[in-house]
């Protein structure tokens, strides 16, 4: 559905289910140059469950209008203007890479506002190799080859997709692709700036799940240890055998570990 | 510049779509011969009927064997992803009605294979859709066959059994232009001979019975979605951007982004129609798709000294293959097949039908038969077989004349296949004289 965010035209997936007023609010961001379809089965799942789901597509991305917002904290501020709009006190709050970063700060700056928060393949800070920011910057299309490459494991590289006959390599090229000129620098640049996160660790309030992946080259695991050791009520899930692109890898173990905290 | 290393065409041809399996370490991928699966619990079981977890529910909607080929198929076509249906004939039909509903138009090549034009021609038109086919090789035919109701181009890479050359560049454009996709029909060539989603085409069909398993052991299709085309750009699709009242409101370009396509295959036509692949047909493909590149060179290679052989040869009228300078489609070809364009093609033998059948008769190791990208060679008489339902107008413009004999190049010695062709022309040749 759509709603008016700051005057601008939002998508909002619902999960496929009316919301129901007085229900708990779940707040799906998506990473990097990516949109809602990325939580599509958790959604679903969770709207099952009666949860009010929100799978926003930030400002410039998907389905939304708007030009892209160049930090973490803005996309946060937006994300607040967004919960604003659709009328929800607080949400449970779920990230993915760059969504993770800004759910992360949501909670940090905005603790009244989320009651859990998760952290799909994150890490603070999220520095981004300079090869690939260069060619995102010039906006060319190797850019978006290197983000899928690098956001799957060696072995989904070979496939072996939780969905039947998805190959996933092909299913994020093509997402990666339908984003806009610019998304994808603006997005990477986002990431690579915000350095102050850690530092706000210790304001998390709420109960926080890291869901990580053990071959992620984008946001290595070793890169997240500060993470969890900061956040005061943290848990980690580590998954075997998984990149960067939970979402794409494993979307059954992502929806369980979710499920432990919801 | 910055170069992506990704895993290459033999690579992926082998290992593709599949993991060795945990509980036993098998290598070869397993034939799950099931028809369900038990549900880890209940509320799993309700998640899986609701889309919400990856992983199978009933074996004609996906099969954890069939699901490796999908994928496998999906990768060396470069797609997003693909559904395996019992044939060629039902991928082709599957894509075609999860695209077009009562009242909407088809405009196609009329170089098709037999089957599909008896699809198209026939019995479509019993359910409300109809076709205009159009010479391959007129460009602007496509464009002025278009109508509102128009929904989809089809074609074949290279067509069977006169070998037109499906300008896919050009067409697609002309498709793109009018808020259509151009569905492929890639079985002659394989993603090894060409990669039509990399020319423009927005979804292909492979009857996988022919070259992708090989062996003329299989019945078996793919419907693969190239994740390319916009559905939303348009309002000529809203089985595919509306809310779909048989899957709860389900949108599925608004839930699967890229995947829309296939994904409305998966849960519409797999569900409904029924012609799914059996796990066993599926790895018998696999095992095909394992030697796909070796064969298909093998295949091409010795075309092209049959080819050679068969435009010198005095019995013979005409030769329609790609590499004769002669072919109408020989450069475009060339740019578009540059490791070869096509095992399967026709020539003209001096006396018609008659002598034809002579021909065929003779021969030993090319067998009679109605198949095609068999590793074995085969021959077969279009008119009279694979092609007779099609009137004598419909033939005449597909070129399909009396005398047409198809050959299938396959994988044994050439001189060998060479001598067995010799053996016959010898034979057409001495009751030409009678």
């Given at each position: 559905m759509y709603i008016d965010v700051d005057n601008q035209k939002t998508y909002i997936a619902t999960g496929s289910r009316e919301h129901v007023e007085g229900n708990l609010g779940m707040t799906f961001i998506h990473g990097?140059?990516?949109?809602?379809?990325?939580w599509t089965l958790a959604g679903r799942h969770f709207a099952r469950k009666g949860l009010n789901i929100h799978a926003l597509d930030l400002?410039?991305?998907?389905r939304s209008e708007g030009s892209v917002i160049d930090t973490i904290e803005g996309m946060a501020d937006w994300v607040i203007q967004a919960l604003d709009a659709t009328q929800q006190e607080k949400t449970i709050i779920v990230g993915h890479s760059m969504g993770s970063l800004v759910a992360f700060d949501v909670a940090a700056?905005?603790?009244?506002?989320?009651?859990t928060l998760v952290m799909v393949g994150?890490?603070?800070?999220m520095p981004v190799g300079e090869v690939l920011l260069n060619s995102a910057r010039d906006d060319l299309h190797v850019a978006k080859e290197m983000v899928n490459f690098w956001s799957h494991s060696k072995s989904a590289h070979l496939g072996g997709s939780?969905?039947?006959?998805?190959w996933m390599i092909g299913k994020l090229q093509r997402l990666l692709e339908r984003?806009?000129?610019?998304v994808i620098y603006n997005d990477l640049k986002a990431c690579q700036d915000y350095t102050s996160g850690i530092e706000r660790?210790?304001?998390?309030k709420s109960p926080t799940l890291l869901i990580l992946g053990e071959?992620?080259?984008?946001?290595p695991v070793r890169n997240s240890k500060s993470l969890a050791e900061n956040i005061p009520q943290s848990r980690t899930v580590m998954l075997p055998n998984?990149?960067?692109?939970i979402v794409n890898e494993a979307p059954n173990e992502m929806l369980d570990a979710i499920a432990t905290v919801v | 510049m910055a170069k992506v290393k990704t895993f290459e065409f033999d690579t992926l041809s082998n290992h593709a779509g599949h993991r060795p399996d945990?509980?036993?370490?098998?290598?070869a991928v397993p034939i799950?011969?099931?028809?369900s699966y038990v549900f880890r619990d209940s509320d799993a079981g309700a998640a899986m009927f609701n889309i919400?977890?990856?992983?199978?529910?009933y074996s004609r909607i996906s099969n954890p064997t069939t699901a490796v080929l999908e994928e496998r198929i999906s990768a060396l076509e470069g797609g997003v992803g693909a559904v395996a249906t019992s044939s060629g004939q039902a991928a082709v039909y599957n894509a075609i009605a999860t695209l077009v509903d009562q009242g909407g138009h088809i405009v196609a090549s009329?170089?098709?294979y037999g089957g599909t034009h008896n699809l198209l021609e026939y019995t479509l038109p019993r359910f409300g859709i109809t076709t205009t086919f159009v010479d391959p090789n007129d460009i602007e035919g496509f464009k002025n066959a278009i109508k509102p109701e128009t929904r989809l181009i089809f074609g074949e890479t290279?067509?069977?059994?006169?070998?037109?050359?499906?300008?896919i560049p050009e067409i697609s454009k002309i498709a793109h232009d009018h808020e259509i996709p151009l569905v492929i029909d890639s079985t002659t060539t394989t993603p090894y001979l060409m990669k039509p989603f990399d020319l423009g085409a927005d979804i292909v069909v492979h009857?996988?019975?022919?070259?992708?398993?090989?062996?003329?052991t299989t019945m078996a299709g793919l419907i693969v979605d190239?994740?390319?085309?916009?559905?939303?750009?348009?309002?000529?699709f809203p089985q595919m951007t509306d809310k779909y009242e048989g899957f709860h409101n389900l949108s599925f370009t608004e839930e699967f982004g890229p995947a829309a396509f296939i994904s409305r295959v998966r849960n519409e036509a797999a569900r409904d129609f029924g012609s799914c692949l059996a796990p066993h047909s599926a790895f018998l493909v696999l095992n095909g798709t394992e030697t796909l590149s070796v064969r298909m060179d093998k295949h091409i290679s010795n075309t092209n000294q049959v080819v050679e052989y068969l435009d010198q040869?005095?019995?013979?009228?005409w030769v329609s293959h790609?590499?004769?300078?002669?072919?109408?489609n020989h450069d475009l070809a060339k740019e578009?097949?540059?490791?070869?364009?096509?095992a399967v093609f026709s020539f003209g033998i001096k006396g018609g039908r008659e002598i034809g059948q002579v021909f065929i008769d003779r021969l030993d190791l090319f067998s009679n038969l109605?198949?095609?990208?068999?590793a074995k060679s085969l021959v077969i008489?279009?008119?009279?077989?694979?092609?007779?339902?099609?009137?004598v107008e419909a033939l005449e413009e597909a070129g399909i004349s009396e005398g047409l004999i198809r050959l299938s190049i396959g994988i044994e010695s050439v001189d060998d296949l060479i001598e067995d062709l010799e053996n016959g022309f010898r034979a057409a040749a001495k009751a030409l004289k009678k």
């Open positions: 990097t140059a990516m949109d809602h379809t990325v400002p410039g991305h998907g700056r905005y603790p009244d506002r989320i009651t994150t890490s603070i800070p939780q969905v039947p006959g998805t984003s806009g000129p610019g660790s210790s304001d998390i071959d992620d080259f984008m946001t998984c990149g960067h692109a | 945990k509980e036993t370490g098998s290598r799950y011969q099931t028809a919400e977890r990856g992983g199978h529910v009329y170089a098709l290279v067509a069977n059994p006169k070998t037109e050359v499906f300008n009857s996988a019975t022919k070259f992708l398993s090989g062996h003329g190239g994740g390319t085309f916009d559905w939303e750009a348009t309002n000529k040869n005095d019995m013979v009228d790609p590499n004769l300078t002669n072919h109408p578009l097949l540059p490791k070869g364009s096509t109605a198949n095609i990208g068999d008489h279009p008119a009279s077989t694979t092609h007779q339902r099609m009137s």
